[in-house]
């Protein structure tokens, strides 16, 4: 019963979920603007400044967003953001920019035919089988802070807000910084082997003072991960292909959270939350390997 007294009604639940897929659509949209935008060796360091500069506008605009609705009334904020919309629609773009697209990211024969090219399917399997274990977690978390951390609803959301600001410092300042003195080789192997740390950390936390420890590590690794994971990529196929391909990358987020809350109920029920920690671990050793063992052709770019 208290899960469906706090479930919000079905307009505004409806508003909310259309707010995240506006948002995701922005997201790629830039996304695709910076990579046709940028040079292949400094294409790490600019989506990790981009994941910076949506997660500082995320902070302030709820934070402002708040403030006006309270003092102002709901349609302030609203007004707001209309403005901001038609100030960057006005926005003139570099005409030099691709527009040609060889298919639709929901064609089946055009996600085949992407990762047919060297090095491509290698790689997007690892993105999206090193992060599944921690999405899973991520996604059952409001679960686990309440019955397995003990927190109230404020203190959960301290907690991500702690989690947000640690993406957002990561993103904007140690991925360009690391992009530019290691190859894209090293920190994808690195990303995974940190992994792999942060699985035996959550296999072994009691408290949630240990999870705020493993959030250092496990922000890294996730930014890094997602970061390199989508320059590689997009830097393997044609540039005409990097908004599908993007798009591809866009896709994973969503199919996890499709089948999250099944799976992660499963493994919380029957194995209780630190089965998370050892699934994680057990999979990015087994990815850890592999990236060493394989001969995986990535264009090795230092930016400069």
Not at 16 to 41: N, W
Not at 69 to 87: D, N, Q
Not at 103 to 132: C, N, Q, T, Y
Request: hydrophobic residues 50%; aromatic residues 8%; positive net charge.
């Amino acid at each position: 019963m208290s899960l469906l007294k706090t479930t919000p009604p079905p307009p505004l639940a409806t508003e909310v979920h259309a707010a995240h897929t506006r948002r995701f659509m922005l997201v790629g949209c830039a996304q695709k603007v910076i990579t046709d935008l940028t040079a292949p060796s400094q294409r790490a360091d600019a989506l990790g400044k981009l994941g910076l500069c949506f997660g500082i506008g995320i902070i302030i605009g709820s934070a402002l967003g708040g403030i006006l609705s309270t003092k102002f009334g709901e349609s302030c904020p609203a007004i707001l953001l209309l403005v901001g919309l038609l100030l960057t629609t006005t926005t003139s773009v570099p005409p030099h920019l691709s527009t040609s697209q060889s298919g639709s990211v929901f064609s089946i024969r055009e996600i085949l035919r992407l990762m047919k090219f060297p090095g491509v399917m290698e790689i997007f399997l690892v993105k999206v089988f090193s992060g599944f274990p921690i999405g899973l977690f991520l996604i059952m978390f409001s679960i686990i802070s309440m019955d397995f951390f003990g927190l109230e609803a404020v203190e959960s959301g301290y907690l991500m807000s702690y989690f947000g600001v640690l993406q957002m410092v990561v993103q904007g300042l140690v991925v360009g910084k690391l992009s530019k003195h290691c190859t894209e080789r090293t920190l994808l192997r690195l990303s995974i082997l940190v992994f792999a740390g942060v699985g035996l950390g959550m296999a072994l936390m009691r408290t949630v003072w240990h999870y705020c420890i493993i959030a250092l590590p496990l922000v890294f690794a996730f930014s890094m991960l997602g970061t390199i994971t989508d320059s590689i990529l997009t830097k393997a196929v044609p540039s005409s292909d990097t908004g599908t391909m993007l798009g591809i990358c866009a896709s994973v987020q969503p199919l996890t959270r499709t089948v999250g809350p099944t799976i992660g109920g499963v493994l919380y029920k029957r194995f209780g939350v630190h089965s998370f920690g050892y699934l994680q671990l057990i999979v990015n050793i087994v990815l850890f390997v592999y990236l060493l063992k394989s001969k995986i052709p990535l264009r090795e770019q230092k930016a400069h």
